[in-house]
């Protein structure tokens, strides 16, 4: 994607899928589950701020805080920095936050 993400582009994708590329050639799914804005809205020429939360699979593997190129069936491939929040249901919580 040429343009920079705006949350727009995510909502119309809650519940989706998006998979992650590891370097070892395996991938991890991640379900999208909220798109929030933040605070006001910005200048003209700005993104306004928003954040993505995400749900891992059940598993014990989890993510660490990184940049991962990311794929969604709809909005193709992007890189997009993530961090694990916690644990719930069995489900490792993530975050991306846009300013």
Known sequence: MS???QSTDFQP???QIFCIHLDNATSMDLQLVSVTE???ESQ???R???SLHFLGTVSQQYLQ???YQMVN???GTFDIFIVPLGVEAGRMR???IFT
């Open 13 to 15: 994708h809650l519940d």
């Open 3 to 5: 343009e920079p993400l």
């Open 44 to 46: 003209a020429g700005f």
């Open 65 to 67: 805080q990184h940049t």
């Open 73 to 75: 069936e709809k909005m």
């Open 48 to 50: 306004n701020p928003f």
């Open 94 to 96: 993530y975050e991306a």
């Open 38 to 40: 933040l605070g006001a």
